[in-house]
């Protein structure tokens, strides 16, 4: 299985400041063929489902506010939102869908300080 | 617009089988792959498998022998079947659709299953 190692477990960011979230994964998910990254990210707030952020480790989802990006590659990622806003406090997942089984990060909860 | 619905038993034995059946509305089970991923209060999310709507199925080897899922097209219903369970399953359960190799875009709000005597 592909692992994927989140980082920090828990972050607290000023309002309109920039939140990092780091994502490691055990083994490479780019895929040479199509040169794809099968990485995405996932914000879940309490008492909803996850909610598809960026896909392909770098392409925001329709109606995704242009604050969130993603970037890297290979083996090593980041979700970045470059202002934080209040309805952003939630968790954040990493997911590879690269392989079966799909694992997901142990999550990284993002408060406001 | 798709809209997947978790439903079934709250509460299930240990021991007992848990069953769960995610209906689709607004759109085709056709062409699509429908996973099962649950998350235990609190924690994260794991994978448990999916269903491709001409019945082929992959599972997470983590549940491989307790599982499974099946879909019926008439119906636009995917369904869990989980035996055995144990304290270890109580969690909220969710269906979620995907493209071959691709993402889970859509996903149902979520059932809580409780193993509990």
Redesign the interface.
Known sequence: DIVMTQSPDSLAVSLGERATINCKSSQSVLYSSNNKNYLSWFQQKPGQPPKLLISWSSTRESGVPDRFSGSGSATDFTLTISSLQAEDVAVYYCHQYYTNPRTFGQGTKLEIK | QVQLQESGPGLVKPSETLSLTCTVSGGSIINYYW?WIRQPPGK????IGYIYYSGTT?Y???LKSRVTISVDTSKNQVSLKLPSVTAADTAVY?C?R?EP?????Y????TLVTVSS
């Open positions: 996973s994260g999310l794991e994978w992959n997470n080897p983590s969710y979620a995907h190799g691709g993402n889970f875009h996903w149902g709000q979520g």
